[in-house]
Every structure is written in C-alpha cells, then in structure tokens.
C-alpha cells in the first residue's frame, strides 16, 4: 500500500480527531496504480508546532486550518509553498468566503474545505489530492526512465561510433612508422579493414538518422498509393552487386502490383534491411526470397533467407537497439544494430508488426505486416 | 633495461578482428611471438596443446564473462603464466566494469589489468614486468 504522510493542523482537538479518525480508515484505489493508497495522520495544534513538523518530516498532504492562535494558517502556507516540493495544502476554513479561498489558492494552496464539512467531503477533497500527487509522481518516474533510456543508447551509440575510429587509429599509427616496412602492398589488409569499418561508422549515422526522424515524427509522411512490390524489385537491384559477389539468388515471387497507401520511404528502408540482411546472413550460393502477400487489411512482406539462422535465445534480443547477435558465424558481418529495430518502429507505425521464425544453419524467415490502409 | 623477452610466446585474446591484428604487428614488431585466438573457445582449443608465456586477454568477449573465464583458465592451467586483463569500461552490457579493489582482482586471478585503449608503451612495460617476475 501507498501511504500518504497527512499531517492535519487545527487548534480544536475535536477537528483533529474526527480528520485523523476519518483518513486512518480511508483507503482509496486509482486506475492504473496497482497498489491501494492510504493515509497516515499526524496533527499539530498550532502553527509554530505544524512548522517543526514540516521541516523535520515533510507530508504529502498538509490540512491547514485557516484561523489559528499564534502564526496563522496563510503565513504557514506562505511559508512551506516557497520552497521546491510536491506537497499539496488544504486550507481549513470557517469562513467560506471567495475572497478566503482566493487568498489561499493564491498562496499556493491546492483546495479548501469549509467548516463544518462531512467525512465524505473531507475524503473527496482528499482523494483529489492523493490522486495529483500519485499522477505527479509517476509523470516523475517516467520522465526519469526516459531519460535512463536515452543515456543508455548515447552510451552504447558513444562505444559503437569510437570503435571504428579507434580501429583505424590503430591501422594508421602502424603505417605511419611502417611496421611491416616500406611497400604499400603489405598495408593492403589494413587499408581495406579501414574500409570496412568507415562504411560501417556511415551506416550507422544514416540508421540513427533514419531512426531519429522516425522516433522525432518530424520525418514528413507522404501517404500516398504506392505498389509495393515495385519498391521491393528496386530494392532487390540495388542489392544485387552484393549478393551476386557470393552468388546468392534472389528471387520477388511477387509480380502483379499490390497497392498499399503509405510512405514510399518507409517501405524501402523495411524492405532495405530485411533484403540486405538476408544477403549478409546467408552462406555463399544461398537464396532469399521475397514474398509479398495481401490480406483483408493488412499486408504481409516476407523475406527468407537460407543462411546461418539463430538460436531461440538470439531471436528473443533481436528487435533491440544495437543488439547484433555476436558469434563466430557473424563475427566478419557489419551492422549498425539499428535496422531491425527501425523495421519494427516503422512497422508499428503502419499498426503492424514484425516476426521472425528461424532455424540455425537453415535459415530465417522475417515477416512484417502492414496496415494497408492507413489515413494518418 | 628488462631481460631479452624475444623468444617468448603472447598468446592475445580478443574478438575485435581490428584490435588483434594491430595487437599481432605491434607486437612482433616489439620483439615478441604473439599467438592471437578470436574468441574464448578458440583460445581454449590452441592451450590444450600449448602453453604461452603471458596471456592478454579482452574482458567482454561473445559471452560476457569471456575473459573471466579464460582467466580462471589459464591459472588452473598454470598459476605461473602472467594474465593481463584489457578492458573498456563496457556500458553495452548495461553494467560498468573496473576490476580496481583487491576483492575483485583476486577474485579474477588476473595479474595485471589495463583499460582500452591502451597505449602501447605501457602494455609493453606490463608485459616486460610480469615476464621479469
């Protein structure tokens, strides 16, 4: 259970007990937070009293009573507001005159209640209170979960873009004192791993960009009818140098147009990674094979590869951000460890989704459902 | 100056093909014989028939505990061959990693731990250090 610290403030010890007999009981629920919410109560009798409390075992809730002997109720609210804090006040009041509640909302109280007022009233006004306060916290949480996320991937995204740049540091400062003496020719591997790893770092930062304005949803969406299976035959001949270097056939079973009202950007980098990815992750002389089949609303397209595969344990991570799935079957494969990840935000964009089925040194078959017909 | 090392054998291990590679020519080019393992099975597979004279091993290899592991390994193995750890302090795998206090250093049995990048002149007086001991 929640406890609310409550501390009620009124000069007459009947108010006190009847407030503190009132809330002890009470347990509240709200929707969405699974625990109940309770009240613990502690009282003061006059200001200077509720002002040591404060200060020494700051409450949730503050119940102040407007007309109190010494320092009164709006100086005590004057006081506890200034300072940074989420407690909410409730002032107390005899007199339920506009101008008393006008004063005390403006002195920073939250509500009032006047006097003389049920247990039901105390507890609503109450409720209002606890529920602000259980909102705020949890705005609070999420705001700093959000934030642990985002330092999270500026980390892991710190590492991925400085281990290319260290990598061919390192190839650099062997061919600056020619440790494999003065022909250039001996340097070649080095050069090409250089290479290798500059278009990697590119790929990267074209991912993140393209991740970025997904996630930013700045990215201007052109929703228009577009024949997928001609953005996957063009996809599939941008591939191609790649794939007839180890001679892998692809083949779009796919031929009459299928229309689907989306952006024809978004379409091509889902078809673009799932296409590529299945070149990579095949062995020499393998075949991928691109499947594109309409439904009632949504739209299915679907890659298979015969390559390499991957344990249960490896499709379960992969759908995260920089996860690349890390064996020695992938080990001279590059990726950014970003283009699933966009395949999925992109998919969840069309209210769709991606999955996966696949079998180690068989092959993996990915499929991504679209909505077909989306307005917005 | 240190004893003449040039007959000794490193064996290096770690799964960053770039880093082993320029680990190898450095190396060689400092005196040594250097034996390069991607990965801690690999590694394990070239010390059933062999024995190097020091080990510089990457802590996060493909299993995250790879270097602890291999490590372990090696001591069992072999108390007397030297173990230098490298590492970069790893928030890929969500947890930071700084083998500083005792507790942990003898808990890992390494003899020596460097942070990545490491600057060469001192991996090579490390390795001259242990291989004088």
Known sequence: MIKLNTLVVDDELGMRLSVKRALSKFVMQLPDVDDEIGFDVDVAETGEEALDKIKSNRPDILLLDYKLPGISGLDILEKVTSQESEMLSIMITAYASIETAVTAVKQGAFDFLAKPFTPDELKNTVSKAARRLILARQVKKLAQERRQVRFQFISVLGHELKSPLNSIDGYLDIMKQKKLGGDIASYEPMIDRCTVRIEGMRKLIMDLLDLTRIESGQKKRELKEIDIVEIANHTIETNLPLAEKRDITIENHASDPIYLNGDANEIEIICNNLISNAIKYNVDGGRVDVYINPADRQIEIAVADTGIGMSESEVAKLFNEFVRIKNDKTKAITGSGLGLAIVKKIALLYNGDVSVSSEPNVGSRFSVKLDSNLTK | ?133
């Open chain 2, 1 to 133: 100056m240190d004893k003449n090392h040039s007959n000794k054998t490193l064996l290096v291990v770690d799964d960053d093909i770039d880093y082993l590679t320029q680990m190898k020519v450095n190396l060689i080019d400092a005196g040594f014989n250097v034996v390069t393992a991607e990965g801690q099975k690999k590694a394990e597979e070239y010390l059933e028939q062999n024995k190097p004279d020091l080990a510089i091993l990457d802590l996060m290899m493909e299993e995250m505990d790879g270097g602890f592991a291999l490590s372990y390994h090696i001591k069992k193995l072999d108390p007397s061959i030297p173990v230098i750890i490298v590492s970069a302090v790893n928030s890929e795998a969500g947890i930071e990693f700084d083998a500083v206090t005792k507790e942990e250093r003898s808990w890992i049995k390494a003899d020596a731990f460097l942070a990545k990048p490491v600057r060469f002149e001192q991996l090579v007086r490390e390795i001259n250090r242990l291989l004088n001991q």
